[in-house]
């Protein structure tokens, strides 16, 4: 089953608003979540990294005030496009990384559409 | 910089057939993993198969295998008996090893799309 679970699987907002996206691990605690941005026929690119309990840590190129990313807790990570735009839209997926042998496992993955 | 490279695009192979995925990487690290995801059209990332950098032995799981050459730095994937459900983008990734920094991050290769034909 599912070691990390994420949600929405779709979200449809309107130009101008703010969506959240949750990311939660399931039976196990995340230290490190990473938050990705795929575009359609390409590889999946890293938009930040997520500590809990501390700031998050951007790529180059992520505005950090458009997407918040907030890992309150060992288990949820959650990210907040503010102010979206239909540049926005995309599929969007998390992962978390699980302490033992750094494996890395993915959510479902979300799919945004701003309109 | 860590850099991952898969150069085919797309590969084919016939149902029951043996096909292999390339993948090369760049690092200074000598602790780190390296991972298959698989990618089919749901999009959902799948775990094929985890390789520690420290273990020579090549890692397998059922019909999926690596040919981990550390030297070289090549991590290919080797599919044996192909399945119809065996369709999907391949993502070749690398972490390294420590845990933390700002470098502690998954890097993946552009990704592979693999038609099985019936």
């Known amino acids: 089953g599912a070691v990390v679970s994420q949600h929405p699987s779709w979200v449809i907002c309107k130009s101008g608003t703010s969506v959240k996206i949750e990311c939660r691990s399931l039976?196990?605690?995340?230290?490190?979540m990473f938050w990705y941005r795929q575009f359609p026929k390409q590889s999946l690119m890293l938009m930040a990294t997520?500590?809990?309990?501390?700031?998050?840590?951007?790529e180059q190129g992520v505005e950090k005030d458009k997407f918040l990313i907030n890992h309150a807790s060992l288990t949820l990570s959650t990210l907040t496009v503010t102010s979206a735009h239909p540049e926005d839209s995309s599929f969007y997926i998390c992962?978390?990384?699980?302490?033992?042998?750094?494996?890395?496992?993915f959510g479902e993955g979300s799919w945004l559409t701003v309109v | 910089a860590q850099t991952v490279t898969q150069s085919q695009p797309e590969m084919s192979v016939q149902e029951a057939e043996t096909v292999t995925l390339s993948c090369t990487y760049d690092?200074?690290?000598?602790?780190?993993?390296l991972f298959w995801y698989k990618q089919p059209p749901s999009r959902q990332m799948i775990l094929v198969i985890r390789?520690?950098?420290?273990?020579?032995q090549n890692a397998t799981e059922n019909r999926f295998s690596v040919n981990f050459q550390k030297a070289a730095k090549s991590f290919s994937l080797k599919i044996s008996d192909s399945q119809l459900g065996d369709a999907a983008m391949y993502f070749c990734?690398?972490?390294?090893?420590?845990?933390?920094?700002?470098?502690?991050?998954?890097?993946f290769g552009k990704g592979t799309l693999l038609t099985v034909n019936p």
């Open positions: 992962s978390a990384a699980f302490v033992s042998g750094n494996t890395i496992y």
């Open positions: 039976d196990f605690q995340a230290t490190t």
């Open positions: 997520s500590n809990e309990g501390s700031k998050a840590t951007y």
């Open positions: 690092t200074s690290e000598s602790d780190y993993y």
């Open positions: 390789q520690e950098a420290y273990k020579q």
């Open positions: 990734a690398y972490i390294k090893g420590r845990r933390g920094g700002s470098n502690y991050k998954l890097t």
